[in-house]
């Protein structure tokens, strides 16, 4: 498994005009080749009427699947484009759909070229991006009279706690690096001289919002 991925915050879209051709770029969030043509195939029947539907997608962990479509556009000029776009910021299971309405300028292989990036790349910017980090949930159950001190420790730890339970104790799930756990532990046993306990739940992927995506273009 992997240790952590970066991917779209969303599905959304996002429109630019150059030279008065409108590329409207849509992303969405894909674990399989099916459900990204599933999308693909929706963005064209919604845009049917568009000169061009270019698509570009990237899955698996490996980046195993990958898809570039130019859609009628001289070869080279849309879909690669996209998809070198989609690797450069390292993005794992994206689907990338760019429709264009010519607007009656031609722009060239060069400028089609930068049309279909800069599309999918300030889309990518306008929709925010996210970092996925596989985490240890590691249960800490303590009395109603700790929950200050353990509060205060996580705040300054900044530990995710991502469920309470409120029954005869108090039980916090705690979103902890695998690698930190043993530290976590030991922590907290000192801190509240050894009236917790510990149990380990399953490792998933916690996802964070990913602040500044200026330095992923």
């Known amino acids: 498994m992997l240790t952590h991925y970066m991917t779209i915050k969303t599905a959304g879209e996002h429109e630019i005009e150059i030279k008065k051709s409108r590329f409207i770029c849509q992303l969405a969030r894909v674990d399989s080749e099916a459900a990204a043509q599933t999308f693909i195939a929706a963005c064209k029947k919604k845009h049917y009427k568009a000169n061009h539907n270019c698509s570009a997608y990237i899955i698996g962990e490996r980046d195993e699947h990958q898809h570039a479509l130019d859609d009628g556009e001289p070869a ?9 776009v989609l690797r450069r910021k390292q993005l794992k299971n ?15 292989a060069g400028g089609l070229i930068r049309a279909y990036s800069h599309s999918v790349s ?3 910017t306008a929709i925010g991006l996210v970092v996925g980090r596989l985490q240890q949930a590691l ?22 706690v991502a469920n309470t ?8 799930t705690l979103m902890v690096n695998e690698s930190e756990i043993a530290a976590v532990k030991t922590d907290l046993t000192e801190l509240l001289n ?3 306990s510990f149990k380990l739940g399953q490792q998933q992927y916690f996802e964070t919002e990913l602040k500044n995506t200026s330095d992923h273009n």
């Open 76 to 84: 080279g000029t849309a879909g690669v484009p996209m998809l070198e």
């Open 165 to 172: 339970d409120y029954l005869a104790d108090v039980t916090f």
């Open 94 to 108: 994206v689907v990338a759909v760019t429709t264009r309405y010519f607007g009656g300028t031609k722009l060239g």
């Open 122 to 124: 300030q889309a990518v």
């Open 194 to 196: 050894g009236q917790v």
């Open 139 to 160: 249960l800490v159950t303590i009395s109603y009279a700790q929950i200050g001190s353990l509060e205060h420790y996580l705040e300054q730890q900044v530990i995710t």
